[in-house]
Each structure stands twice: as C-alpha cells, then as structure tokens.
C-alpha cells in the first residue's frame, strides 16, 4: 500500500523554500548552475531554475547528469566520465554547483555525481539539494537543502512522482515490493 507523505503543493512549498535557501546560501546567484540528476531530479532543477529566474531575474544554467552507468554497485562499474552530463554548455570551473536529484538514499549517486563533475572541471563548491533524505547513507555525504526528511525502514522506498513524467506530483512511502512495479 502507498502512503503518500507530500502532496503537490507540499512539493512547491518545498521546491520554493529550497530556492529561497539557495540564495541566501549564495549570497545571490551569480555563478550558479544547477546540476540535475536523472531521471527526476533534472526536472525538480528545471523547476528551481523557474524560480530563481522569477525571483532574481537571471537565468541558471541547468545540466543533466546521467549516473545509471556509473553507480559503484551496478555489476559493471565503468568509471564515471565527464559525457554524463548533458546541456552544459559553459566550463564548470569556479561555479558554485548545486546538485539537485529527487531521493538520497545511501549516496552512492551523489558520490557517482561528483566523480562526474570533478572530471568537467575544477568547481568553486559543490552543494546538494534533494526533494527527500529518506536516511541510511553508507557514505560520508549529506544534504544542504532538504526539502522533507522522511525517516524510512530499510525495506521501504521513496517513490517521486513529478508532472512532467508522472503526470501528477507526489511523494509516497511504498513496500519494496510495490517499487518494482
Ligand atoms: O542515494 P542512493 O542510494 O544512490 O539513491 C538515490 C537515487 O536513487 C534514485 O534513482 P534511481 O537509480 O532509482 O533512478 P531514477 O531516478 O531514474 O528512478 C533516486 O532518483 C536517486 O538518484
Ligand atoms: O527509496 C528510494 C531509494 C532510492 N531511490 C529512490 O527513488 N527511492
């Protein structure tokens, strides 16, 4: 059975606080650029984008970062490489980096991720927003922007369902089981 614990507006109100933290954090925006982690994250960047667009009347770049191939327990582990990201078209190097995915879950991504970026270039700083911290990391990595901490059992999953290709937004406790359908 699904349990949802954020709705759609609960997701805005978190994406918009995100955003406003984003910004304090930075003091502006001024070299910004958001890094989305597919699937979903890339939208939930996209959406942060809108924001500070709104709010700072500037335009963040947003890159795409594939990891699928790359995680470090996926049974070939091919080193991550710099051509996981996509859309990027100025150098990383000095930019203030925001990582955004969807779950943080053990960290296994997020250390794929910055392998990735690392390999582009030499940022100024790394920092990572997540939608949900649902706990159980197995490495030394943690969130700077959370939208919701969702304690979790390790037989759990944090399902995320956003518009663009859910056609709904949600968050949702599910059974493992339940995940793989
Ligand atoms: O902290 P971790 O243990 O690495 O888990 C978190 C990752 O797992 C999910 O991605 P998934 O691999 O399920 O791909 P998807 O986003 O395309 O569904 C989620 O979107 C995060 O990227
Ligand atoms: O619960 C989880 C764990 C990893 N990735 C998810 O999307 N959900």
Same mark, same amino acid.
């Given at each position: 059975? %699904? &349990?949802?614990v954020v709705?759609? !507006?609960? !997701? ?22 958001l890094i989305?982690? &597919?699937?979903?994250?890339?939208? @939930? ?6 924001? @500070? ?8 770049? #947003? ?12 049974? #070939? *582990?091919? $080193?991550?490489? &710099?051509d996981a ?9 000095? &930019?203030?980096?925001? @990582? ?6 053990? +960290? ?5 991720? !910055?392998?990735?970026? !690392?390999?582009?270039?030499? $940022? *100024?700083?790394? *920092?990572?927003?997540?939608? #949900?911290?649902? +706990? ?7 969130? =700077? ?7 979790? %059992? ?19 406790? #599910?059974? %493992? =089981?339940? %995940?793989?359908?």
């Amino acid at each position: 059975m %699904a &349990k949802e614990v954020v709705d759609a !507006m609960a !997701m805005q109100r978190a994406l918009t606080r995100i955003t406003y933290e984003i910004i304090e954090r930075n003091r502006g925006i001024s070299n910004l650029v958001l890094i989305g982690v &597919k699937t979903r994250g890339v939208f @939930l960047a996209h959406r942060i984008a809108t924001r @500070l667009h709104q709010l700072e009347d500037t335009v963040v770049p #947003v890159g795409e970062l594939d990891v699928s191939e790359y995680r470090d327990d996926v049974s #070939v *582990n091919i $080193p991550v490489s &710099k051509d996981a990201i996509s859309n990027l078209t100025a150098p990383i190097t000095d &930019k203030k980096v925001v @990582l955004v995915d969807d779950v943080l879950y053990t +960290g296994r991504t997020i250390r794929a991720a !910055m392998d990735a970026i !690392m390999d582009l270039g030499r $940022p *100024n700083s790394i *920092n990572l927003a997540v939608l #949900v911290d649902r +706990g159980h990391r197995e490495l030394p990595i943690r969130a =700077d922007f959370v939208g919701k901490n969702i304690p979790t %059992a390790q037989n759990e999953h944090i399902r995320v369902s956003v518009e663009e290709v859910d056609q709904r937004d949600s968050v949702e406790i #599910v059974t %493992a =089981d339940e %995940a793989t359908k």
